[in-house]
């Protein structure tokens, strides 16, 4: 089995647990997602299987969108409501001062990732040295929010729509905003509605997956549909399938590139007319 499934993850499930349960479904042990949700999060989570697990390299630099909801007034050491409590305050935010707040935390910023990560730091995970009662020193990390807007508000509760560059910790974004406003805050809900090409639209609940997952495989490909596609001569395919490069008058640039008969075999580049393989995607 090969191909790409768009979990819609549910909420109390890591993403490990969730390809531990579709590594059985689909009964092969190459298997692998493409970023990691909190447990607490719900949505898009694509899942590699197969061959297709060649392609998540090329998915690591993908564009999310989230819908996330704020606490004010609220901190805690995990930056979210599964916490410990480490402040309660009193908020008096309006909607008009949170939605002032935000621009300050679009474009290029800087983030400090949290402890409660799975960032290493000396070859240790941070999430295990933070339940270890340990905190160190994290250097903040340039992230990219292109767009950050409040979608609805409510007393001490806000929601926001984010979208964001790889890297960026919805739950520290929460927090700093409420620190921005005086008041605290801390991340209650997320859900991811996008992940690079992939949406909700075409994301599957895990239980329906896990009770057939082959009539939900999406084709790896489907990865690569916004670039050009060029089938390739009979000649040209033996050459792909051992690894060497061939002549043939293409534009440089990236390519998708398929068999006579329409099979995928590898992700292409081709320059100055010659087209070498960057990954290859066809059966050995």
């Not at 910790?169 to 992939?198: H, N, Q, S, V, W």
Request: aromatic share 8%; net charge positive.
């Amino acid at each position: 089995m090969n191909g790409i499934l768009v979990v819609d993850k549910p909420a109390g499930w890591t993403s490990q647990d969730v390809t531990a349960r579709l590594r059985r479904a689909c009964d092969t042990r190459r298997i692998g997602h493409g970023g990691t949700l909190d447990p607490m999060a719900t949505g898009v989570l694509p899942v590699f299987v197969g061959r297709a697990t060649r392609a998540v390299p090329f998915f690591e630099d993908a564009e999310k969108t989230y819908l996330a909801k704020v606490r004010l007034g609220l901190t805690t050491d995990t930056e979210d409501t599964t916490g410990t409590v480490l402040s309660r305050r009193e908020v008096s935010v309006t909607e008009e001062q949170f939605r002032a707040v935000l621009p300050q935390f679009t474009g290029q910023i800087f983030q400090v990732p949290p402890m409660y990560s799975a960032l290493k730091v000396e070859g240790r995970r941070l999430y295990d040295l933070a339940r270890a009662g340990k905190e160190v020193e994290r250097k903040p990390r340039q992230i990219t929010i292109f767009s950050l807007e409040c979608t609805a508000f409510s007393g001490d509760l806000a929601e926001i729509r984010v979208h964001c560059s790889k890297g960026t910790y919805i739950r520290t974004l929460c927090k700093d905003i409420g620190a921005a406003l005086g008041c605290g805050g801390c991340m209650a809900a997320l859900r991811r509605e996008a992940a690079g090409r992939f949406t909700l639209q075409s994301a599957v609940p895990l239980e329906a997956l896990l009770e057939g997952p082959e009539q939900y495989l999406l084709p790896v490909d489907a990865l690569f549909d916004h670039l050009p596609a060029v089938s390739l001569t009979e000649k040209q395919t033996l050459r792909c399938r051992s690894g060497n490069p061939f002549s043939r008058p293409l534009a440089d640039g990236l390519y998708r590139a398929y068999s006579p008969e329409g099979e995928f075999l590898m992700l292409a580049r081709a320059q100055d007319g010659v087209v070498t393989t960057v990954k290859s995607f066809f059966e050995v």
